[in-house]
């Protein structure tokens, strides 16, 4: 519908579906563009409602607050976990701990076995043979003890070597890969960047804030969140705009991540797209690629070609790979699966790079700001 908003078109959707009476009501990623308010609204309508809710969700929060049985999908397999989102983090995690253990008993007793069958064959090689027609009589009886002991040595070593080979494998738990920046020129934490004083934000007439006021430095984690409409996007792209009310250091770089597919090469591939402006070398970026789901064939996949959540996903990785001090990230977490989300959230978390954040997606404002600035009333204003 004309004039609506990300936000009010899921609502009304969901507002449509229900209305039906459906015995199962089955929703797929009915966070997206919700704010908070409307996040808490979907709860209510979830927890309300007498069917069967079916939920695909990457939002921790609402998978928490609503679900009594999370389904896993996983090895071509359907795995049930009773209680919530925490609850079955609690279940993973112990039962990748076990796993864990399991495979590394597994490598030691194969490695044990392994050993001690090449000792066995190494202790049979080393019994030496004459020549039996230079021996007695009562020689040849020693050669052939000899011989029946070399051989036994051999059968004992081969028989370890088969248990071994026999044992079981037990497949290594996956562990999420730390991101990580190989460029040793990283800013140097406390460096200013940017600072607004008494910004008006006015967008085709309308005042949407007043006087705003903030100050960025290198390693600042900031976050801008308020409702749908606030003009959280509008603030931070008047604050990177040539403005009287804002002074930014000299030649400063901006790695932006937003909804504008704009600043993406559509004739050129996923690597080669997040490489343009980065001097990071190419396993990290398809590290960071694989991290957020660009994965194996993927890398070297024409980004016209290309999903517009994929498209969304290599904007961001070039955004983190562009060597620059200050990060700018609206919603970046639209499109990524938790796994993704907690890759980005713990290199986030340690690099001194500065940090401006838009996101409606509570956990992972947590994790990441130390600063939260909310847009409420047109004024700006610390949380």
């Known amino acids: 519908m004309n ?86 983090l609690a279940m993973t995690n112990s039962k990748n701990e076990t796993d864990l253990k399991r495979y590394t008993e597994n490598r030691k007793e194969k490695a044990r076995l ?85 910004l008006d934000v006015v967008v085709a007439g309308r005042t949407l804030i007043q006087k705003a006021s903030l100050q960025v430095k290198t390693g600042d984690k900031i976050a801008i969140v308020g409702p749908n409409g606030a003009g959280k996007s509008s603030f931070i792209h008047s604050v990177l705009q040539d403005n009287k009310a804002v002074t930014r250091a000299q030649n400063l770089k901006v790695g932006i991540s937003n909804q504008d597919l704009k600043t993406l090469q559509i004739e050129q591939t996923a690597l080669e797209n997040v490489m343009i402006d980065s001097s990071e070398n190419e396993q990290v970026a398809r590290d960071f690629l694989g991290a957020m789901g660009i994965r194996l064939a993927k890398v070297n996949q024409v980004v016209g070609t290309m999903s517009g959540g994929e498209q969304l996903r290599v904007m961001l990785v070039k955004a983190l790979l562009t060597d620059a001090p200050l990060l700018v990230l609206d919603e970046p977490t639209n499109y990524l699966d938790i796994r993704a989300i907690e890759a980005l959230t713990e290199y986030l978390q340690v690099t001194t790079q500065a940090v401006l954040l838009i996101s409606h997606d509570e956990q992972f404002v947590d994790d990441v700001a130390k600063v939260k600035c909310e847009i409420l009333h047109e004024k700006l204003q610390l949380v």
């Open 3 to 88: 004039g609506e908003s990300g936000g009010e078109m899921t609502k009304r959707l969901i507002s449509e579906a229900i209305a039906h009476r459906p015995d199962v009501l089955m929703l797929d990623e009915p966070t997206t563009h919700l704010d908070i308010t409307q996040r808490l609204w979907l709860e209510k309508i979830i927890k309300t409602f007498r069917g069967t809710v079916i939920l695909i969700s990457h939002n921790r929060q609402l998978l928490q607050n609503v679900c009594d049985v999370i389904w896993e999908f996983k090895a071509n397999e359907i795995l049930e976990y009773a209680g919530g989102y925490e609850n079955y």
């Open 114 to 198: 392994k050993k001690q069958a090449q000792q066995q064959q190494n202790r049979a090689n080393n019994i030496k043979k004459s020549n039996p027609n230079k021996l007695s009589h009562g020689d040849r009886h020693v050669i052939s003890v000899v011989d029946s002991a070399q051989s036994s040595l051999s059968r004992a070593g081969k028989n370890i070597s088969k248990r071994a080979d026999q044992l079981d494998d037990v497949q290594k738990p996956f562990e999420q890969k730390k991101l990580k920046l190989q460029n040793t020129n990283l800013p140097v934490i406390g460096k200013p960047l940017l600072k607004a004083m008494e």
